[in-house]
């Protein structure tokens, strides 16, 4: 019956269809003859835009990494999948890692594995394992690699979420098995083992416990694939709660391969429930034996001598299973059926069989992941919160992780130091203040130190002394650290230490990220928050309460955290907590508040009266992440909010114009489950909106009404904060520290008009007189590629952009010219234009002096003087057309000096390389004389009759040998021959720049003098060589010509 049913509906819905097709039909020319007109727009100014660069600055930090493995066989190989960073590979045993993800996918990564037998087929699995409060998921499930990482394929398992371990056949890279967790943050189908047989093309299920329970580790015997031990875990987070524990943790055994399971959990000697989060290994030594770590009341370490049938307990040390929900790892040893190993706050080591251990550390602490190498167990490569490293020597001797830019930023500040320096609080490590360009050729471990604060905090550097910085953490600290003097304060608005309490038991809420930031109008008045905003006048010496509680502090959602076996209050779960919060540096005591737990407050008295404008058509728990005042609306502000926590991942962004009264979702463009993070305004471009979602960046032109994506070449990463500057955008994020982009002034200036002219020259940021310098730094010299230990500095000299619709033909030539404020070129640069966006750096430097073959010179330079500062002019020059732009040099603030000061400079040093010229051109007119002269010589040697003429040769040689070895030590064969031999004029000449060009100064009263008196003694040898050319050489000439002979002809040097 059902099936007739179907069938005759069917049948209506094919005439249906056909009668539409007629109906279509009959317009059908019509349609057509639109379809044009109707095609979507090209997006001309996207074409541009996407061409902008983003620049990774670092720190060169390692932040959490989750999994890690090996290659037998190849002692140098390793790879490291990093929780937001991507997968990491290194080749030279951690001395250097380089992103193999990147153009494919990134985030969060769950699980890496290496084929035994195909090294170069890799398995990764996306979202980590290491579930704490700053968890991402993985939205993408599966990855394949079968060429050793330089292209990957998407093979499914979407779902997954969460990949806590993957397994691949010893000798079979088709069969491969993954552990699949499923979404944290709701039940889900989609949890459990699963396993391939065909290289990922088709899954099939083949253990599941339960819609809230999911696969986390899965082991098996290397020499009999078919014996494999798994784990499941029934684990839940909320905004508010983390459970780990109850019905469907369990451990599993199979004999064929995965293809059925049997629970073990409450066999022999198994502790009594409720279970957690257990981890397995077996053993490849011996497989009857089996270890697990198990989170149970009596949990501990657990071993089974009959493969996995009965258990005993081994060792219950809380040190091996403490927070067990963010460790519970255990690694058999490959050589070594006694030897186990179990991950921790440290890692631990035993070798009688799991009874005693003894605690060891990596360079990092809280350890996640370990993989050893079968054929040396002292090969081992170890994943932590500080990502991953190597030893060779069972790990007496670790490789660094500083060399990971991996790091994990919650939010992001700057300050008004020169160059400004950028703020953010690294999870799993300390606060970092690092310098967004350097002075040296890239940014290294001396542009960046910690700061006030721990690793969760909000940083608020004092506005007016950037050396004194406030910084929080978690429990509600809070520090004053004064840099210029090395010392700090704890400042706590309310220093009763919660740890270990829910947040029902105190007074004030302070959430693990609380916010702490500055009033723009007074560098007196500091905020931080709790379930209330607080204010100090007096550096946290006290502070007054403005606000009364502004969450929903729903009793349900303040309790203790964990459970039902390990409590874990650290405040990472603290609900009902102002989140969120700004004071509006356009309007004087107006401060927005928005809370964890959906709510939007606004004061326009600055705390005296508050007023609840949270909007009705907000899903009631958002999560306020982000507030930002419009910068040309006054009442206007953007809010940035998420539900991820709640199993929500879309994106929630909202606008006002009237102080909250109504709100505008403004989300068009963005995908569904991207959820956002962070909105910004642009503070020169009415409109212009930056938000950063858990999958990358987006841009809105249009007040929101519309994004696109801005990712350029930036990571697939979430992106936690952001913060402009200068009109430089910077992103924090979470597992590639920070990024960014150093001239948002095209942005400003693009528009439709803009991207459909043949060309366009945008107008130049003003630039400052910086130029970056050399130095070894704590590192020391390296033979890597600094871009693998260093973040990338910003270009010196001014840079330029011009966009060309399209490429020009051959034959029209492009330049490039730079004039001073005078009108006078300075010099022109020819261009080889790109269709597209094409930028054009100028250096800020004249032209160098002149030198000669061979010229050696002790601690003098030929190089020309850096322009001073002043207005310049840009001339693009594209065949027959000039497009004109003006720009400014700046002077480098931390100097004192006046624009008459650097004039001055800039007048004694052109000075100096004018004359340097004058001095080598002589030189080398000298030496082509000489080389003539020698020749002729060589020619009428001996000869009788021209004996007048070599002696009158001679004695000419002599004078131009005498005012050469004036103004040049011609015996300078190597660089330090000056020591021996001492310098002449043109090198005390020379000297002069690096004197007076050492920084930016006027030159002092004594190196003019010195100056001078150089030039004069250079003037009178140039005088008695002009003399010579004048006067002697013709005379010379005329005697060699009544000898009708060659006469000696000086082409002047330019």
């Known amino acids: 019956m059902n099936k007739i049913k179907t069938t005759f509906n069917q049948l209506g819905l094919l005439l249906v269809f056909v009668a539409l097709l007629f109906a279509f039909d009959a317009q059908g020319q019509k349609s057509r003859k639109n379809q044009q007109a109707s095609a979507p727009k090209e997006d001309l100014q996207s074409k541009i835009y996407n061409q902008i660069n983003w620049r990774s600055i670092g720190p060169y930090r390692g932040g959490r990494a989750g999994t890690v493995t090996g290659v037998p066989g190849k002692p140098k190989l390793f790879y490291m999948g990093a929780t937001g960073g991507g997968v990491w590979k290194t080749e030279n045993g951690g001395e250097t890692w380089v992103n193999i993800s990147d153009g494919f996918f990134g985030g969060s990564i769950g699980a890496v ?18 579930v704490r409060g700053n968890v991402s998921s993985g939205f993408e499930g599966m990855w394949k690699s079968t060429d050793a990482g330089k292209t990957w394929t998407n093979i499914g398992l979407k779902d997954a979420m969460h990949v806590g371990r993957i397994k691949i056949h010893p000798t079979n890279p088709n069969v491969v098995w993954a552990a699949v967790m499923g979404d944290l943050f709701k039940s889900s189908d989609t949890r459990g083992i699963y396993k391939s047989t065909d290289g990922g093309k088709n899954w099939k299920r083949v253990l599941f416990a339960n819609a809230d329970a999911g696969a986390v580790d899965v082991s098996y015997d290397p020499n009999n694939p078919d014996f494999m031990m798994a784990s499941t875990w029934r684990v839940r987070r909320t905004p508010y709660s983390l459970t780990s524990g109850g019905e469907g943790s369990a451990i599993w055994k199979s004999t ?28 490849s030594v011996n497989p009857d034996r089996v270890y697990a770590i198990i989170e149970a009341n009596d949990g501990g370490v657990y071993r089974s001598d009959d493969a996995g049938e009965t258990w005993r307990m081994m060792n219950s040390d809380r040190g091996l299973r403490q927070r067990a929900w963010y460790y519970s790892r255990i690694y058999a040893d490959t050589q070594d059926e006694n030897k186990v190993y179990v991950m921790n706050v440290g890692y631990h080591t035993s070798t009688d069989g799991g009874r005693t251990f003894r605690q060891r550390n990596a360079p990092h602490g809280d350890h996640h992941d370990l993989w050893i190498a079968p054929e040396d167990n002292n090969r081992l490569v170890i994943a932590d919160d500080g990502g991953a490293q190597v030893s060779y020597d069972g790990g007496d001797v670790w490789s660094t992780p500083d060399n990971q830019p991996t790091a994990q930023f919650y939010r992001v500040v700057t300050d008004n130091h020169f160059p400004y320096r950028i703020y953010g609080a690294q999870q799993d490590n300390s606060t970092v203040r690092i310098a967004h360009r350097s002075f040296g050729p890239f940014i290294g471990e001396d542009d960046w130190e910690s700061t006030a604060g721990g690793e969760s905090a909000h940083i608020a550097p004092d ?27 704890n400042i706590n608005a309310w220093p009763d230490n919660p740890m270990g309490h829910g947040a029902e038991d105190y007074k004030y809420r302070f959430q693990w990220n609380f916010p702490i930031f500055f009033s723009p109008h007074s560098a007196k008045k500091l905020y931080t928050a709790s379930n209330h905003l607080h204010v100090t006048y007096n550096e946290g010496q006290s502070w007054e309460l403005i606000s009364p509680d502004l969450t929903r502090a729903e009793p349900d959602k303040l309790g203790k955290s964990g459970g039902p076996i390990t409590y874990d209050d ?35 008295d600055g705390g005296k009266n508050w007023e609840n404008v949270t909007s009705p058509d907000m899903p009631k728990y958002l999560m306020i992440n982000s507030i930002d005042a419009d910068p040309f609306v006054k009442g206007g502000a953007y809010v940035a909010g998420t539900q991820y926590k709640l199993g929500d991942y ?25 959820f956002t993070r962070v909105v910004r305004a642009d503070q020169k471009r009415a409109g212009l909106l930056y938000a950063g979602t858990e999958r990358g960046m987006f841009i809105s032109f249009d007040d929101g009404a519309s994004w696109k994506p801005f990712q350029m070449n930036l990571p697939i990463v979430p992106i936690t904060d952001l913060a402009i500057k200068d009109d430089n955008l910077i992103a924090a994020t979470q597992g590639r520290s920070f990024w960014i982009i150093d001239d948002l002034t095209l942005l400003h200036q693009l528009s439709d008009e803009v991207a459909s002219k043949p060309v366009h020259f945008f107008k130049p940021m003003d630039a400052y007189r910086i130029s970056a310098g050399f130095r070894f730094g704590r590192r020391g010299g390296s033979s890597f590629d ?7 500095n910003k270009a010196g000299g001014a840079e330029m952009y011009y966009n060309m619709k399209e490429e020009p033909a051959k034959e029209v030539k492009a330049k490039m010219e730079v004039y001073d404020n005078f009108g006078k070129l300075i010099k022109s640069y020819p261009l080889k234009p790109k269709a597209g966006l094409n930028s054009f750096n100028w250096n800020m430097m004249y032209d160098d002096a002149e030198g000669f073959e061979g010229l050696i010179m002790w601690s003098a330079s030929l190089r020309g003087p850096m322009a001073a500062p002043g207005e310049y002019t840009a001339k693009l020059i594209v065949g027959d057309e000039t497009h004109e732009q003006k720009f400014k040099l700046l002077k480098d603030p931390r100097y004192g000096s006046t624009d008459a000061d650097l004039q001055a400079q800039f007048d004694f040093l052109i000075k100096v390389r004018d004359k340097m010229t004058e001095t080598h051109r002589a030189i080398k007119d000298i030496r082509s004389a000489r080389e003539q002269m020698n020749d002729l010589m060589g020619k009428i040697k001996g000869d009788d009759q021209y004996k007048e003429v070599v002696e009158a040769g001679k004695t000419l040689l002599e004078k131009m040998t005498t005012i050469e070895e004036a103004l040049y030590q011609t015996k300078n064969r190597s660089g330090q021959d000056p020591l021996n031999f001492p310098i002449r004029l043109n090198n005390k000449l020379g000297a002069l720049t690096g004197v007076v060009g050492s920084g930016h100064y006027a030159p002092t009263a004594q190196a003019e003098t010195v100056r001078v008196e150089l030039t004069q003694q250079i003037d009178a040898e140039l005088a008695q060589l002009k003399t010579i050319m004048e006067n002697d050489l013709p005379g010379f000439n005329n005697l060699v010509k009544q000898k009708s002979v060659d006469a000696i002809v000086i082409k002047k040097s330019k």
Do not use: C
Not at 256 to 282: A, F, H, L, R, Y
Not at 473 to 482: M, N
Not at 786 to 792: I, K, M, N, V
């Open 786 to 792: 600094p871009s693998l230990l260093y973040g990338t």
């Open 650 to 674: 879309q994106p929630y962004l909202y606008r006002t114009k009237d102080y909250g009264k109504t709100w505008t979702k403004i989300t068009n463009g963005i995908p569904n489950d991207y």
């Open 256 to 283: 064929d391969g995965g293809e059925t399971w049997k629970n073990v959990i409450e066999n022999q000697g198994m502790p009594k429930g409720p279970i957690g989060i257990s981890g397995v290994s077996i053993s």
């Open 570 to 604: 650290t405040s990472v779960e603290y609900y009902a907590t102002i989140f969120a919060a700004t004071e509006s540096p356009y309007e004087k005591d107006l401060i927005w508040a928005g809370s964890d737990d959906g709510l939007i407050h606004v004061t326009r």
């Open 463 to 489: 506005p007016s002394n950037p050396e004194i910085v406030y910084g929080g953490s978690y429990g509600g600290f809070l520090t004053r650290q004064d840099h210029s003097k090395g010392i700090d304060r």
């Open 113 to 130: 594995a290496v084929s035994e037998s195909d090294n170069k087929i890799i398995y990764v699995g996306q979202g980590e394992e290491t």
